[in-house]
Each structure stands twice: as C-alpha cells, then as structure tokens.
C-alpha cells in the first residue's frame, strides 16, 4: 500500500486513539454491541429517507416470489433495528436473523409500527451459521447494509441459498467500494482501518458485487448507485436481487 494512505490511516488511527486501545485490550467489542443499536435507529431515520424511494423499488416485486400456498415467508439477515418492515407487503411473515441480541428491544419498536407484517421470531445467529433455519423452507432472504460486516461473506450466501426454496429470491441494497481511481476510495482506504470498530466489522472497501456475481445463483440483477446524500465514504451502493 502507498505510503501516504498509510500515514493517513495512522493519523486517523491517533484521533481514534482510545477506540483503538480498547479494541486492543478487547474492551471495545462490547461496548459498540450495546451503543450500535441505538446509534443505528438515529441513522435509519436520516437512511430510510434518503433511499425511500430505492427501497421502494427495490422491494416492489416481492409479491412475484410468494410460494404456492400464497404466502411470502421472508428472512432478514443482519435485520438490525427492522429498518425494512415499512416496506414488506401486507401478511409477509418476517423471520428476523442478528448475532447481536441487543438489537431485540428496538425490533419490537419497529414491529408495533408495522402490524401489516406478521413477525415469527428473532434468530440470534450469525449468517453464516443459522442452523435453526430449514433447508429450502424461505422464499425470499433480504440483507440490507449487513455484508460489509460480514467475515465470511462466501458462507453466508450459501446458507442463503441453503434456505431458500428452489425459485426463491435473495433481496441487498449494499454500500460498496468506491470506484479505485475516485476520491471517494482513497478516503474509503484512510478511514477503514479506523472506522472497522466504529461500525462492529463494517469495511468500507468491500467489493460486495464480486461474491454476489460469484455465488450459485441462477440469475443475480445488480446495479451499482450512488445513495442520495451528499459526499460520503457509504454513497457507492450495490441494490437488487439473485434468484436461486
Ligand atoms: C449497519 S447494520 C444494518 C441493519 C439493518 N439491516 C438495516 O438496514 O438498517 C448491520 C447489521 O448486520 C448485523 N451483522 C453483523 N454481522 C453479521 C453476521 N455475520 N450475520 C448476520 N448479521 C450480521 C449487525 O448486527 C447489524 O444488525
């Protein structure tokens, strides 16, 4: 890497000096646990008005994928603080996947705003791993800004097409990395190393496309945009949907 990138991320690394101690001593981890779900319902308000209208659009086909009983049972992985539930058809019945349990309190928020949707139950698990799900028993699994967090990317699209059902479909709406000979990328690479304990995992620079287009699915419709908000590290977005 350039030496100039890596004199800017240690600046940063010196600003974020005590975030940084205290991940070192392993203190850090459970602290952002318990503040991120409370810093996240902040941002979902400004985020779910900013790209009302991609979620909208996003989402507007979710009725195609209905299974032959009528019925649309859908899986959030990483479902956070339910920042989708506004947008998910009248009686789609919501399974809710987050490692973090904290996120429970602020679900049940957004759930008692929601009553067109009918909630199974919240999975505390990672998505890589959720065995309490059935094989091919969803027909559809939605991730929104969640794979940026994730380790093992490769392993949690396989799980999603373990439990989708033949035919079914994986929602994303995913903030990426910027275009490497953009601004917006150099800043990305200063801040990551910095910012990778601010968001519990999030990496800026990740080129989520790569795995989509590289998993098992029949058919993977993919556009790349910028989110509308003025200047940021998050603007660059992967949105659509993969069929099994
Ligand atoms: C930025 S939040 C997004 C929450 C929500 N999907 C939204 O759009 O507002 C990232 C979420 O991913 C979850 N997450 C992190 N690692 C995960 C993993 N390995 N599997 C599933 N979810 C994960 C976090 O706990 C958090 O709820």
Known sequence: MAL???????CVGILA???????????????IKKILPYLLEKATRFYNKRMREHKIG???NLGDFKGSAGELALLEIGCGTGANFQFYPRGCKVTCVDPNPNFKKYLSKSLAESDHVEFQSFLVASGDNMSQVDDASVDVAVCTLVLCSVHNVEGLLTEVLRVLRPGGAFYFLEHVAANASSWTYFVQ????PTWKYIGDGCRLTKETWKYLEN???SEVKLRHIQAPY???????HVIGFAVK
């Open 4 to 10: 100039h990138i890596v004199f800017l991320q240690l």
């Open 17 to 31: 000096l005590p975030i940084h101690i205290l991940a070192f001593l392993g203190l850090w981890h459970p602290v």
């Open 58 to 60: 996003l989402f507007s």
């Open 189 to 192: 690479k200063i801040l990551d």
């Open 215 to 217: 998993a098992k699915f």
């Open 230 to 236: 003025k200047w940021s590290p998050v603007r660059p």
